[in-house]
């Protein structure tokens, strides 16, 4: 895809391109919001708004070398600010149980499933325990593939400080799982 092409069409309203580049990047801005929000609906939601967002300042976004960045940015600051709302305004009830049907596991293997969903909780829960710059270190470097300049360059931190925080986090994260396993 050429990114430079498809953003000069989304300018000029071309409904395919903005299609084609909401394809491109759709993944990348769910995955950021499912690792801050931790919940898959909520990150979905999420991700359909910064798409808006981004549509609504599709005449001022840059072009198609720091675009990537430009995205990941506002997907993270939606993130961060929904989260703060989010605390701000807890839920003032719980969702009845009688709106709770068919939840069973779409999965062919139910143990399989568990043991995944076991891991992953494990993860998450290890994930929340580390410090933010270390958890967004964490996330952006191993699991949304970016390199330390990239990371460097979205936390505004110098490359040195993202490469020991790097070697950091992944430690801690791993004596953090191991004492949660055990």
């Known amino acids: ?20 580049l909401v394809r491109e990047f759709q993944s990348r801005v769910y995955g950021i919001a499912y690792h ?10 999420l991700a359909q708004e910064v798409f808006v967002k981004i ?12 675009f990537l ?28 149980s009688s709106e709770m049907r068919d939840l069973r596991s779409r999965q062919l293997n139910p143990e399989e499933q568990w043991s995944a969903d076991s891991r992953k ?4 829960r290890a994930l929340q325990g580390l410090s933010q ?12 593939g970016f ?8 936390l505004s931190v110098p490359i040195g400080t993202v490469k020991s925080r790097s070697y950091r986090a992944r430690l801690e994260l791993a004596h953090k799982l191991a004492a949660n396993k055990g």
Do not use: F
């Open 1 to 20: 895809m050429d990114l430079d092409l498809v953003l000069q069409r989304c300018r000029t309203g071309d409904e395919l391109a903005w299609e084609a």
């Open 36 to 45: 801050y929000l931790g919940d898959a609906e909520e990150a979905r939601d």
């Open 55 to 66: 549509y609504r300042n599709m005449a001022g976004s840059p072009d198609a070398g720091t």
């Open 147 to 154: 390199s330390m300049e990239e990371i460097s360059s979205l």
């Open 121 to 124: 909780s494990l993860l998450r």
């Open 69 to 96: 960045p430009w995205l990941i940015r506002i997907s993270r600051n939606a993130c961060v600010d929904h989260l703060r709302r989010k605390r701000a305004r807890p839920p003032t009830q719980d969702i009845p």
């Open 133 to 144: 710059l270390n958890r967004e270190i964490i996330v952006m470097k191993e699991i949304q």
